[in-house]
């Protein structure tokens, strides 16, 4: 059967063999009783990990941001974020929908909004007929800018101005295991920073499902008594919090490898004349281009014939990303299908 490379996402991995049998080993409990061994393991690891008080095992990352919002807000508040942030474009109206909340996108460069962006949109205290300025979030890696790194300068300056306000301050970490490996800044000191932060284990990480979001004790507590609302009350959920575990000790540091297979993807698309890249914008595992010969479908389905997949990213863009079952040879394939689709 012919090799399907997959590159639409890197939610699409399998659980590798070692994974598979960690999940089978795992010893479960009712996670909605708390008795859940395998659950309470990995919460407290991935406490460790971020520097947080406590913890919780979410279903996905639109759960986890979700989450988050819910807890450090009322009805009527306003959130203040990137234009193309993950939660203002991809999550469905949430915000709205599950906790009555307004978004301020503020458009960035290169998914950074700075600080003199942001406090021209904090709300007057006094203005009762608007709003309340509530929730400031940044997204790091960004996906829509292509993976970018948030850089901690600007993260640390964002965080001065929210104490100033008396604002709180919420992290769309889905990728910053990606930010963190290239940095060489740690998950603890970026997330030191933030109120609430919600990181993936289902991207570049490799599990099959779950998110992690981290805060204190009693915002833990809150976020725990919402996701039973919300249905995210799993039980013996520990088969899933076993292939998250595995993935938090084992597969951080490999996301390197993801980076370098991107900038070598990148590196031949921009040798190729009909094709546009910002190749600063691919400082992790994804590639966002632009062909100016061919429709965004046309290229997908080019690259669908060879056996390659590619989708589309921002409207006009075409998007790639790496993760760990895209190998060297793979990119080298698909740099090959590039220049021959290109010519």
Request: with cysteine; hydrophobic share 40%; charged share 25%.
């Amino acid at each position: 059967m012919k090799r399907i490379i997959d590159l639409r996402s890197d939610t699409v991995t399998k659980p590798s063999n070692e994974m598979r049998k960690a999940m089978y080993e795992a010893e479960v409990g009712d996670d909605v009783f708390q008795e859940d061994p395998t659950v309470n393991q990995l919460q407290e690891y991935a406490a460790g990990l971020l520097g947080k008080e406590a913890a919780l095992f979410v279903s996905s990352g639109v759960m986890g941001n979700q989450l988050c919002l819910n807890v450090l807000t009322n009805p009527g508040d306003e959130v203040i974020c990137e234009r193309d942030a993950h939660i203002f474009q991809y999550e469905s109206g949430s915000p709205a929908v599950l906790s009555g909340l307004q978004i301020m996108p503020v458009p960035g460069e290169m998914g950074v909004i700075m600080p003199e962006q942001i406090e021209p949109c904090i709300r007057p205290v006094s203005a009762y007929y608007m709003p309340r300025t509530k929730v400031v979030a940044l997204e790091n890696t960004h996906n829509r800018a292509g993976g970018t790194i948030h850089p901690i300068e600007n993260i640390i300056r964002v965080k001065e101005l929210v104490n100033k306000y008396n604002l709180l301050y919420h992290l769309d970490g889905a990728r910053i295991w990606n930010a963190s490996v290239e940095t060489g800044i740690s998950v603890k000191q970026y997330a030191s920073y933030f109120d609430s932060i919600s990181c993936c284990l289902s991207k570049g990480l490799g599990a099959p499902a779950g998110s992690i979001i981290a805060g204190t004790k009693e915002f833990i507590k809150e976020a725990f008594r919402v996701r039973k609302a919300w249905g995210g009350g799993m039980r013996q959920i520990g088969i899933l919090a076993a292939a998250g575990l595995y993935a938090l000790k084992n597969n951080i540091n490999r996301l390197a490898e993801d980076h370098k297979n991107a900038k070598n993807l990148a590196a031949a698309i921009a040798e190729i004349p009909s094709l546009e890249i910002d190749i600063n914008t691919v400082q992790t595992n994804i590639v966002i281009f632009k062909s100016v010969s061919l429709s965004v479908e046309s290229v997908i389905d080019k690259f669908k014939d060879e056996g390659i997949l590619l989708s589309e990213g921002k409207p006009g863009f075409i998007r790639a990303i790496t993760h760990l079952d895209v190998s060297f040879e793979d990119i080298e394939k698909t740099k090959k299908i590039f220049k021959e689709i290109f010519s």
